[in-house]
């Protein structure tokens, strides 16, 4: 969670919320896990903070639900930094990656993360085994010691929380990717209007080729060279522009429509934290 959607927890002072964590899973093995949480980036930049606990798969090959609750962090100075960077986290962990993750004792209160805690309740997942299954759904984090059904959300509301942190532009051929122009002859660019402002300033995520992309200019259709460049960029993050070098001069200031031009064309943009 961002740091600025965290503040709701009060955590670093005396009114701090405990949280509640549920969630399904489903797995062919059966044993113990661990459900960790984190502060990333505390107010002040102190160490980051952490809290472990220990959860039990009782029976392979069935669904179970978990419900994990912990106290809030109520320490002085340990609360969330109110901004768009790490700030809550949690993590289910089922394996060891050596002692470095899983040799000390868990956290059963907020206390300064080593690592070394993050992993020693455990299935051994990923070591005994390429036929492992592992299935989650239904997870849901809360304020309060009480796990509440499910919150199901409409279609669009869910699409445009996922694009605040990653945008598909374009997928396939013949997509219209959006109108752009000639900057130079040598140069052709294209604005892209965002669904909503992304989390910070995105990545352009891409895949090319020859021939993947098309230009119509003048009544004349060409391909576009190589790769996208993501150029510019406005400060609220809701329009890109990108630039690229067309097989063929053009003309400076003329108008064009871009399209994709392969079933592999793609372009998406990228703003997770």
């Not at 051929?173 to 209007?193: E, K, L, P, R, W």
Request: hydrophobic fraction near 35%; charged fraction near 15%; aromatic fraction near 12%.
């Amino acid at each position: 969670m961002e740091g600025a959607d965290s503040q709701c927890t009060n955590f670093g002072k005396p009114t701090a919320s405990p949280l509640t964590l549920s969630f399904w899973v489903k797995s062919n093995r059966a044993g113990p896990f661990n459900v960790n949480f984190e502060n990333e980036l505390p107010i002040g930049g102190g160490a980051d903070r952490g809290y472990q606990t220990k959860q039990i798969l009782n029976q392979a090959d069935t669904w179970e639900y978990k419900v994990v609750t912990i106290e809030g962090d109520s320490v002085a100075g340990m609360g969330f930094t109110n901004n768009n960077l790490k700030g809550l986290c949690f993590e289910i962990s089922l394996s060891k990656a050596g002692s470095a993750y899983g040799g000390g004792t868990p956290q059963s209160n907020w206390n300064n993360l080593s690592n070394n805690q993050r992993s020693v309740h455990n299935l051994n997942f990923f070591g005994d085994g390429t036929a492992n299954y592992w299935k989650i759904t239904g997870v849901q984090l809360e304020l309060g010691k009480i796990a509440t059904p499910f919150e199901h959300r409409s279609y669009g509301e869910e699409l445009a929380l996922c694009q605040r942190y990653y945008y598909q532009h374009v997928k396939g051929t013949n997509q219209f990717v959006g109108m752009g122009d000639f900057y130079s002859a040598t140069q052709i660019d294209v604005m892209i209007n965002l669904p909503v402002p992304m989390r910070a300033t995105p990545s352009l995520i891409q895949t090319t080729g020859t021939n993947f992309y098309l230009h119509y200019s003048a009544g004349v259709g060409r391909y576009v060279s190589g790769a996208w460049t993501l150029w510019k960029i406005n400060s609220a993050n809701t329009v890109v522009s990108l630039y690229a070098t067309p097989a063929q001069n053009g003309v400076a200031g003329y108008a064009a429509r871009i399209l994709t031009y392969n079933a592999a064309s793609s372009l998406a943009l990228k703003a997770e934290i």
